[in-house]
C-alpha cells in the first residue's frame, strides 16, 4: 500500500481520526468464525497479498504521521514507556537494523538506507529526518538505538530475553498498548507477563507457546492476531492513564455506539534476532470503529455473532462490560441471520 498520509488526525482530545475505504478494507479483522475463544493462532509471518496489512515485515499506512506524533507526546509526558536493561544494547542494534532494513526495502519511496561497514545513512522522508551514524557507536545517535528507532515505526515493541528456559521481557517502546504497563512489567518472564489473561493458562495456551518461541529460528518470524475494544479512537489506553480513559465506557449507548466504540487488533509480529539471540515482539494496533466496519456486511454480521456470544470471562478481561451489550444492540440491525463465508475477507 502507497500511504497517502493524513497527517492532521489525533488520538486524543477532539480525535480526529478514521479510516479511508481502501484502509478499512484491509482491516486485519481477527474472527475467523462467527465465535471466538482465546488461541495461540500462530502462523509464519511471510509476506501475505499485495496491500494487505502482511504484504511486508512492517506495516506502514495511511496513520504513519499521525503515529509517530502521538508517541512522541507520550514520551514527552512519560519517558518511561521506553526502558532497555543495560546488557539489551546488543538486540537494541538488532532491532534498529531490522526496522531499517525492512522500511528501506519495502517502502523505498519514503525510506532509504545505504551502509559502508558501519558507516550507516538512513532517509526517513515522511519525518524529514537525515541520520548518518556508526553501527554499534550509541553516542552516534540522538537516543538509544531501540528508542531512536521505534519513534519511527507504527506499533510498540517489546524484546524479551532468552536464558534459563523462558523469556525475559528486559526493553521496550511502549505507548500504544492495550491496558498493560511496560514499566509494571519489565523484567517479568513469559508467563508471570501474561499473568492477567483468563482461560487461556488453563487451556494451557500460554505453555504452548512458550515452547514455540523458545525454538523461533532466525529468519523465521511468525505472526498472530490478537483483539479488544476502545472507547474513541485511542492509542494509548495505559494503566498509567487511566483516569483519562476509564470513563469512556460510561457514555457508549446503543444509539452513539457505531461512532464510540472501535474494534482494536493488535498484528503481532516476532522476530529472532541474530547477534543477540534475544526476540523482538512487534505490536502494532489498528483501530476502526463499528460504523466503518459495517460497510462491510459480512464484518459487521460476523462481529455482531462475535461479541453477542463471547464468553463472560473475556468480556470481562477485555474491559467490555459496560459496553459490550450496546455494541450488540447496535451491531443487531446488519445481522439478517444469513451465513458468513469462511475466512476473514470481505465477501
Known amino acids: 500500500m502507497s500511504a497517502v498520509f493524513k497527517a492532521d488526525e489525533t488520538f486524543r482530545d477532539d480525535f480526529r481520526f478514521s479510516n479511508s475505504p481502501a484502509t478499512i478494507r484491509r482491516f486485519p ?22 496491500g494487505s496489512v502482511t504484504e511486508f515485515a512492517f506495516d506502514v499506512d495511511e496513520h504513519y504521521i499521525a503515529e509517530c506524533r502521538e508517541r512522541e507526546l507520550v514520551l514527552a509526558a512519560e519517558p518511561l514507556r521506553f526502558q532497555a536493561l543495560p546488557h539489551m544494547m546488543s538486540s ?32 526517513n522522508r515522511p519525518l524529514s529526518i537525515d541520520q548518518r551514524f556508526t553501527f554499534g557507536e550509541a553516542d552516534s545517535l540522538p537516543r538509544q538505538p531501540l528508542d531512536y528507532i521505534t519513534r519511527q515505526a ?18 521496550g517502546m511502549v505507548t500504544t498498548q492495550a491496558d498493560w504497563s511496560l514499566d509494571f512489567d519489565m523484567s517479568m518472564n513469559f508467563r508471570e507477563w501474561h499473568g492477567p489473561v483468563p482461560l487461556a493458562h488453563e487451556l494451557g495456551v500460554f505453555d504452548r507457546a512458550l515452547k514455540f518461541l523458545l525454538n523461533l529460528r532466525l529468519g523465521q518470524p511468525v505472526r ?20 483519562k480513559w476509564g470513563s469512556d465506557r460510561a457514555t457508549v449507548t446503543a444509539q452513539n455506539a457505531g461512532d464510540l466504540v472501535h474494534l482494536r487488533v ?23 470503529n463499528l460504523r466503518e466496519l459495517a460497510t462491510v456486511p459480512k464484518w459487521a454480521r460476523r462481529v455482531h455473532r462475535v461479541l453477542r456470544a463471547l464468553h463472560p470471562a473475556l468480556v470481562d478481561y477485555k474491559g467490555l462490560t ?14 439478517d441471520g444469513a451465513p458468513t463465508t469462511s475466512g476473514t475477507a470481505p465477501e
Open 29 to 50: 479483522l481477527p474472527f475467523a468464525e462467527d465465535e471466538y475463544m482465546y488461541s495461540v493462532n500462530i502462523e509464519p509471518h511471510l509476506p501475505g497479498a499485495k
Open 92 to 123: 537494541q542494534w538488532d532491532c534498529l537494523d531490522l526496522i531499517m532494513e525492512s522500511l528501506a526495502r519495502d517502502y523505498p519511496e519514503h525510506f532509504s538506507l545505504s551502509r559502508r561497514g558501519n558507516d550507516w545513512h538512513w532517509i
Open 154 to 171: 507504527q506499533g510498540d515493541f517489546v524484546v524479551m530475553d532468552q536464558r534459563d528456559g523462558d523469556l525475559w521481557l528486559e526493553a
Open 224 to 243: 498472530r492476531l490478537n483483539w479488544t475494544m476502545t472507547v474513541h479512537p485511542r492509542l494509548d489506553t495505559s494503566p498509567e492513564n487511566y483516569h
Open 266 to 288: 493488535e498484528l503481532q509480529g516476532l522476530w529472532r534476532l541474530p547477534r543477540s539471540n534475544a526476540i523482538v515482539f512487534g505490536i502494532r494496533c489498528y483501530l476502526i
Open 322 to 335: 459496560r459496553y459490550r451489550d450496546a455494541a450488540v444492540e447496535w451491531l443487531a440491525p446488519f445481522d
